[in-house]
Structure formats: structure tokens, C-alpha cells
């Protein structure tokens, strides 16, 4: 596949303060992206430097092999067939659901535009707001809107700014989804922003963690989890703790500092301090285990328990549990080391 | 229940005035009717259609205009230009009537201009429905800017984005975009500005024309005769009544556009020949609507420097005692009803609280008509039923006068109260009752210091609005009550410019308070 969006190496500053440091990344046809990570990261810099709504300071953005944006030099924001869905919607509040979603469709025959509306109309399952007013309609119904109005011209690349940051937790999940099967469906280029996680695994094929004006990881949800390459994206990723290991001089395994769990985990090549990364569902609860650990802290998620537990050396742990298995705090329970593959890092010393 | 019985007499007091108004047109007087139709009407049909239709065209393509330069573009001293542009509010309407028709006068600093480059041919002149037309542009513009930029700051940039990742250049987004959306906005600011064109007494007397405000007046003051001003106060409070159910659905309207959230304002910088061209296109409104102006009066105002005795400060202390009285009185109302409002939560008692409102839609001069008639009313019916001696009780003594100003600006107050109020949380004054507070104890020791600041705006709102304000003033005034407003009336009306500044220029200091306090409030709200 080609390549249809390629970032090379912008930067972003407003007022001498640089938000986007030397940023690359690219895009095939199809692919939905994701620029995850905490607010003020820069992601959202990035999206409206790429609708064209932000001058960048160095490097260039293209697509389709065309040139967008330079340094001081750029296509119009409206020049660019990149569709925007905003974090508040931007609906037009003086035009119906129809007149929306046909802003875009001025330059169409008119047949063809209302055969396009009417086919977006029906894909966001909205047919029966058509003549509503943006005011008229619940969170989801406008979010729909907003995403049909922006896929209504055919953009080449759909930028999405949070925009399920507006929704509740349960409906968020949903869109997510149907959003997802929606851009597939219709075999769009999207690139979504988000500070959700789970956002970000449900709707991209790729995600990009942000930190600081940089991209620290470009990976699939699934390598991201379970292979993140630093320190950073693995604690930022799912939930975890990092636990000290040490390499053996001779073969090179780890040996945990797990108290009496440590085990050899895996082959590597040098000899120093480590930190591995132990996710919940790496510490699987085992009554007859002889290794017992004590619990405390719980939260209850319905099919599971995390436990916070403790281990004789003092180490902390967490581990997924089913919900049947219902402790107390401060009672002990059995537990093993089931790692499928070892994520460590080099031991930080402060 | 003592609350609501208030409520009740407050309401029925404030609304007494409109009754009498619109009652009058329930009993037409033929005879009257035949002389205004025949030769009154349609000179004053004429005069306020073409003044209105011009203010209004003219101030909104203005204050579009220029809320859309300061509000999308970045040029020198554009951030100056964004509040400055305000300050033409500060100048009262007859204020400006005046110093305009100085300026414009025969010996006056722009004709002589004018003559000495051979241009003089094309200055208007000033007395006449072209010149209130002049002056109410210059007058009222800022309500429409400013609802306007505000519309354009908050919801213009995101729009415009929109419209761009649909395919739309900036410019088309402005006609497309921006300004349908931004119509209920403007539409509420061209609406003030007619009411305002329409209430407008002092301007039209100075420049003189005829509308249905100098009419009431010289009906009462020149013909006595009181039925005829009735009748022709009751046509005004019509127009003005459409005008407000006007109002009240562009507000509805307003609401339900707001629903984009206030995006990251961003505005392109104009260079070149076109940053030149935009700050001299806001200096220049400034110029000729405030700084020329200001100039002049203070140029007068030194000029009659000797005026500057013992009278002049008679009539500071009684537009300042005037003042401060109907502010505290329209205050403590608007607590009352602001509170009660909320105590007690049915329909009828906010329907009530709306109602006593009214009030700011009904011009000055309909409204000391209205006031006057029950009043006279009133003595006469206790003269006789009491055998009294005198002539009146009420007539001509300072309760019609603050009856007048209470019932005209208890909006203003009633605003900025409400909205304080509502700061206090339902569960706060829960709170608070739960620790044994009650009534007056409660209001005092929760609301009012919680309050604190939107009661201060309210007070302060009320006392300029007071000061600046004429027809009441005139017609209503004690004898020997000479406000800084009436000097200034009766001074104008012998074509005494020198002596009117004098008074003038403290008029604009006062009046620079509220543009002060609603250019901080909205730059605050928008930054």
C-alpha cells in the first residue's frame, strides 16, 4: 500500500514555546491512527497543523505525495480535503441535521448531493432527525452529525479531535466502535486524538504516544501493551508495577526480586540491575501456590478483583482475579508468576 | 407571606404607569384624535420611520463592520480599538446632539474647515432628521458592536474552522457562517438600538424634530393639555411593546445558538496597506463619535470656566442626590424581587418579576405621563374627600420623580442582582438555614455579602443611568431641581453650547463608569 499522509520532522511553537519537537510519523490508506497522551502533550497541535489551522516551524507535512504545509509556507486549511470532527462538535446551530451534513456539498449537482446526504444520513442512523436543529439532539446524536458532515465530501484524511470527550463513559465505548466499523466501512484515512486509552485501542490500527512534543512509541494497541519500549509508555499503558530484577553474570537470565516467586524469566546478554514490568494479569491467584502474599487494597470490576498485594520482601504487586475469589483485607492468599514474555528495563538510578 | 404581599404591591405600583398608558387607548378622545391625524401624525409617522430605518441600517453595518475587524484581525493597536470603540456610550445622546450640531454649525470649528477647502457645500445639516439620524448612529453603534464581537469572538474562529475543513475560505465562511450565526446577536443589539432611537427625547429636541417623544412633551408643556400627551404616549408604548416581544424571541434564539464551546482565539494579522487601512478605520469612527467631541466640550467647558460657582455645584449635588437615591431605592426593589423570585418558586410570582421589568422598553417621556396621571389622580381625590387647603400633596415633590426612575430602570438593577443571586447555590442558603439562619438574618449574613459585587454593578448602573437621563428629569423635576441634565436642556435649547459643556463634561466622566465596567467584564469573560 502507499503511503497516503507522511509528517516529517515538524515542529509546533507558539510564542517561543515550542508544543510539537521534531515529530514524524506516516500513514497508509485505510489505516485509523491515534495520537494518545496526556492534555498539553501536543497532540491536538499536530491535528490542527495537519487540517492546515496551525503554521509549523520546520519540516512539512504532505499527502497523496502533495506538498501541504512548510515552514511559511502552506495550502489553505480549505484547500486541503481534510475533514475535521471537533472536540464541541461546531455544528452550525442556524442549520438543519441535513443542512449540515450538505454544507460541505456546495460545489455537487444537487442530485448527487442528496443522495449523499441521504446515504450518510442513513449510515449515522439518523434518518429520522433530518430536519432537526443541532440544539434538538442528545451528545451522540450530534457527535453522528458531526462525523457525517465532515465524511460527506470524501475528505482524503479525517482528522478527529476528542471527539468522544463529550460523551458519557458507556456511550463512549459504543461510538467507539461504530465509529470504527463506519470509517472502515466507507475505507477512510482518519487520524483520531484522544487521552483515552481505551478510545485509543478501540478505534486505531496505530497509535502514537505523545509525551512531551514527541512521539516515544508508534505501535499497534496490542504491541503497545505488551511491548511498550519505555519506562514512560509502560506505565502510562494498562495498569502495572515495575519490579526489580537482577541479571545473572553467567547466562543472563533475570532473577526477580520477588521474594519468594523469584524466577527466572528469560535469557538476555549482559549482566546488571533491571526492572521488569508485571502486569495484573501476569500474577495469577493459586490457593494451593505455596507462595502467599497479602492483600491490600481491592477494587471490585465486576467479573474481577484487582488486589493490591504484598509480598513478603516488601514488594507491591497487583493481580487480576476472578470475582468469585473474595478475600479480606489483610488476609493471605496464594499466588504465582505466570509471564508469557519479560518487558525490562534498565534500572534508573536516582 | 409578608414577602409575597410585597410582591404583589410592588409589582402592581410599577406596573400602574403602562395600565394608565394603554388604558388611554381603550377611551380615544375623537376630537383629539382628529386634530393629531390631521396635523401631527404624519410629520411625526414620517420623522420616526426614516429616523429609525437610518439609525438602524446604519448602526448595524457599522457595528458589524467593525466588531468583525477588531474581532477576527490582528492590526496596530487593534486590543485598543476592541474596548475604546466602546466609548461612545459614555457621551449621552444629547450631549452629542449638541456638540455635533456645534461642530457643524455656522462659526462652528468643521464648517469653518470645511469653507476654507471649498467643501462646505457637502456638510449636512445637522438639524434636521439626516443629522438625529447622524448623531444616533454615532450614539448607539457600540450595543450592536459589542453584542456582535462578543458573538463573533465565541463562536466565530470555531465556525470559521468548521468551514474550512469543509472546504470553505475564510471569506466566504464570513457570509456564510459568521454572520447567520451571529444574527440573533445582532439582531438583539439593532433592536436596543431602536428602542433607544425611539425613547431618544433630548437629541431629537435638540436637533429639532419632531417624534412622539417631543410631541408628548410640547403636548403637556406647551398645549397642557394632558389627554392629548396620553394618547400620543399610548401609540409610543405599542411600537415599543413589539419591539420588546422582539427582543425576548431574538433572546430565545441566542440561547440555542450558543452551543460551540469558546475555542482558542486566533486572528489573522493584516499587513501592508490593510493593517493601515483597518486602524484608520476604527481611529477615525473614534475620532468623530468621541475624541473630536470630547475635545470640543472640554474646549466650551473652558471657555465658560467662570460658570464654575456655587450654582453649577447646586446642580452636581442635586443630580447626585437624585441619583444615589434612586439607586438605592431601585436596588433594594431589585432584592426583593430578585429574592422573593426565588423563595417562592411559581409561575405567577416570576411571571410578576418579568412584568415589573418592563419598564426599560418604555420611553421616559411615556413614562412621566404615566406616572403623572395617577398621581394627580391621587390628589385630587384626597383633596376633596379631606376638604384640603392645598393645591397638591404628591404633585411635584420627589416621590413621582424616584416612582418615575424606579419604575423606568428597574431592569438595569434588577439584571446584575439576579445574576449575583444566582451565584449563591440553593444549597448554600440550605446550608445555612440548616445552621439556624432565617429570614433577614439569612439574606444578610449569606446573600448580601456574597452579592456584594453584582449589588455594587447594579448600583452603580442605576446611578449613571439617573444622572444621564432627561425626559423624566424634565417633566417630573420639584421645582427648582435643576439637574446637571436639565442645565444642559435648557441651555441647548437657547443654542448655548459654551454654557451647556460645562455640565456636559461631567456627564461623560460619570458615564465612562459602566462602559468601563462592561468592557472589563466582556474582555475578562473572553480572555
Given amino acids: 500500500m502507499s503511503i497516503l499522509l507522511s509528517v516529517d520532522n515538524i515542529s509546533i511553537a507558539y510564542q517561543q514555546q515550542t508544543v510539537v519537537k521534531q515529530l514524524s510519523f506516516e500513514l497508509e490508506q485505510g489505516q485509523i491512527a491515534c495520537l494518545l497522551g496526556a492534555s498539553g502533550c501536543g497532540k491536538t497541535s499536530v491535528l490542527r497543523a495537519i487540517a492546515g489551522f496551525e503554521p509549523i516551524q520546520t519540516g512539512q507535512i504532505s499527502l497523496q505525495q502533495q506538498l501541504l504545509s512548510q515552514p511559511k509556507q502552506s495550502i489553505p486549511a480549505h484547500q486541503r480535503r481534510c475533514g475535521m470532527v471537533f472536540q464541541d462538535y461546531a455544528l452550525f446551530p442556524h442549520l438543519t441535521v441535513a443542512q449540515n451534513i450538505a454544507f460541505g456539498l456546495q460545489q455537487w449537482p444537487a442530485k448527487q448531493r442528496q443522495a449523499r446526504v441521504a446515504e450518510l444520513v442513513s449510515l449515522v442512523k439518523l434518518e429520522a432527525f433530518v430536519e432537526q436543529y443541532p440544539h434538538q439532539l442528545s451528545g451522540g446524536q450530534q457527535q453522528r452529525v458531526a462525523l457525517a458532515r465532515a465524511l460527506a465530501p470524501k475528505p482524503l484524511l479525517l482528522l478527529l479531535d476528542e471527539p468522544f470527550s463529550n460523551l458519557d463513559a458507556e456511550l463512549r465505548e459504543s461510538l467507539g466502535l461504530e465509529v470504527r466499523a463506519l470509517l472502515k466501512a466507507e475505507n477512510t484515512t482518519a487520524i483520531l486524538v484522544t487521552h483515552d486509552q481505551h478510545e485509543a485501542f478501540a478505534m486505531a490500527d496505530y497509535v502514537g504516544v505523545m509525551y512531551n512534543g514527541q512521539i516515544e512509541q508508534w505501535a499497534s494497541p496490542y504491541e503497545l501493551y505488551h511491548q511498550p519500549s519505555s519506562r514512560h509508555i509502560a506505565q502510562f499503558i494498562g495498569e502495572g508495577v515495575l519490579v526489580a530484577g537482577k541479571r545473572c553474570q553467567e547466562d543472563g537470565s533475570i532473577t526477580l526480586e520477588l521474594g519468594e516467586i523469584g524466577v527466572d524469566v528469560c535469557a538476555c546478554d549482559a549482566g546488571e540491575e533491571v526492572e521488569v514490568l508485571i502486569r495484573p494479569d501476569d500474577i495469577i491467584h493459586d490457593d494451593d501456590s505455596l507462595v502467599q502474599a497479602k492483600v491490600l487494597a481491592k477494587a471490585f470490576r465486576g467479573a474481577e478483583f484487582l488486589y493490591t498485594l504484598e509480598l513478603s520482601s516488601g514488594t507491591k504487586v497487583l493481580s487480576l482475579v476472578p470475582s468469585h475469589h473474595n478475600h479480606q483485607l489483610g488476609e493471605m492468599i496464594g499466588i504465582k508468576l505466570a509471564l508469557d514474555h519479560t518487558v525490562a528495563f534498565a534500572k534508573m538510578h536516582i | ?527
Fill in chain 2, 1 to 527: 407571606m409578608l414577602l409575597r404581599l410585597t410582591i404583589y404591591a410592588l409589582t402592581a405600583l410599577v406596573c400602574l404607569p403602562l395600565v394608565v398608558v394603554l388604558s388611554s387607548l381603550w377611551s380615544p378622545d375623537p376630537e383629539i384624535w382628529a386634530h393629531l391625524r390631521g396635523y401631527v401624525l404624519p410629520d411625526l409617522v414620517r420623522n420616526t420611520v426614516y429616523l429609525g430605518l437610518g439609525t438602524l441600517s446604519l448602526t448595524v453595518l457599522l457595528g458589524v463592520g467593525l466588531a468583525w475587524l477588531t474581532a477576527m484581525y490582528q492590526f496596530p493597536a487593534a486590543n485598543y480599538f476592541a474596548w475604546a470603540l466602546m466609548l461612545p456610550l459614555a457621551i449621552p445622546t444629547y450631549v452629542l446632539a449638541f456638540v455635533q450640531s456645534g461642530l457643524f454649525d455656522y462659526g462652528g470649528a468643521l464648517r469653518q474647515f470645511a469653507r476654507d477647502v471649498g467643501f462646505e457645500s457637502y456638510l449636512p445639516e445637522m438639524r434636521s432628521v439626516t443629522g438625529a439620524v447622524w448623531v444616533m448612529t454615532l450614539a448607539f453603534y457600540p450595543y450592536v458592536y459589542l453584542l456582535a464581537r462578543n458573538a463573533f469572538l465565541t463562536m466565530g474562529n470555531r465556525a470559521l474552522e468548521a468551514g474550512q475543513s469543509l472546504g470553505l475560505s475564510r471569506r466566504q465562511g464570513f457570509w456564510r457562517l459568521a454572520l447567520p450565526m451571529a444574527r440573533p446577536w445582532i439582531a438583539a443589539g439593532a433592536l436596543l438600538v431602536l428602542m433607544e432611537t425611539l425613547a431618544d427625547f433630548g437629541a431629537v429636541s435638540i436637533l429639532n424634530v419632531d417624534t412622539f417623544t417631543t410631541a408628548i412633551y410640547k403636548a403637556w408643556f406647551a398645549l397642557f393639555s394632558l389627554n392629548t400627551a396620553s394618547q400620543l404616549a399610548s401609540i409610543l408604548v405599542l411600537i415599543a411593546f413589539v419591539l420588546m416581544i422582539l427582543e425576548q424571541a431574538v433572546r430565545g434564539a441566542r440561547r440555542y445558538t450558543a452551543t460551540g464551546r469558546h475555542s482558542q482565539h486566533y486572528a489573522v494579522a493584516l499587513t501592508g496597506w490593510r493593517a493601515i487601512a483597518a486602524s484608520l478605520a476604527c481611529a477615525s469612527v473614534l475620532a468623530i463619535a468621541f475624541i473630536i467631541p470630547l475635545v470640543q466640550l472640554m474646549v466650551w467647558a473652558y471657555q465658560s470656566r467662570q460658570d464654575l460657582d456655587s450654582r453649577y455645584w447646586g446642580f452636581v449635588g442635586h443630580s447626585v442626590t437624585l441619583s444615589v437615591l434612586a439607586a438605592l431605592l431601585v436596588v433594594g426593589v431589585a432584592l426583593l424581587l430578585a429574592y422573593g423570585k426565588r423563595r417562592l418558586p411559581q409561575a405567577h410570582i416570576s411571571l410578576m418579576v418579568k412584568a415589573s421589568s418592563l419598564g426599560y422598553a418604555i420611553p421616559g417621556a411615556v413614562l412621566a405621563v404615566g406616572i403623572f396621571v395617577p398621581i394627580a389622580g391621587l390628589d385630587n381625590y384626597l383633596i376633596e374627600q379631606f376638604a384640603l387647603s392645598q393645591s397638591a400633596i404628591f404633585k411635584g415633590t420627589l416621590v413621582v420623580m424616584l416612582l418615575a426612575y424606579l419604575v423606568r430602570f428597574l431592569a438595569v438593577g434588577l439584571q446584575p442582582t439576579q445574576s449575583a443571586l444566582e451565584r449563591v447555590s440553593p444549597n448554600q442558603e440550605l446550608a445555612a438555614r440548616s445552621l439556624g439562619y432565617t429570614g433577614w438574618r439569612l439574606v444578610s449574613a449569606v446573600h448580601i455579602p456574597m452579592m456584594r459585587g453584582g449589588l455594587l454593578t447594579a448600583l452603580l448602573l442605576v446611578f449613571v443611568d439617573v444622572m444621564k437621563e432627561l425626559p423624566i428629569t424634565l417633566m417630573t423635576r420639584p421645582f427648582g431641581w435643576d439637574t446637571l441634565a436639565v442645565r444642559i436642556f435648557e441651555m441647548t435649547s437657547e443654542g448655548q453650547w459654551q454654557q451647556a459643556a460645562l455640565p456636559a463634561v461631567l456627564l461623560v466622566l460619570v458615564g465612562l463608569v459602566p462602559v468601563w465596567l462592561i468592557t472589563h467584564h466582556s474582555e475578562n469573560k473572553t480572555s
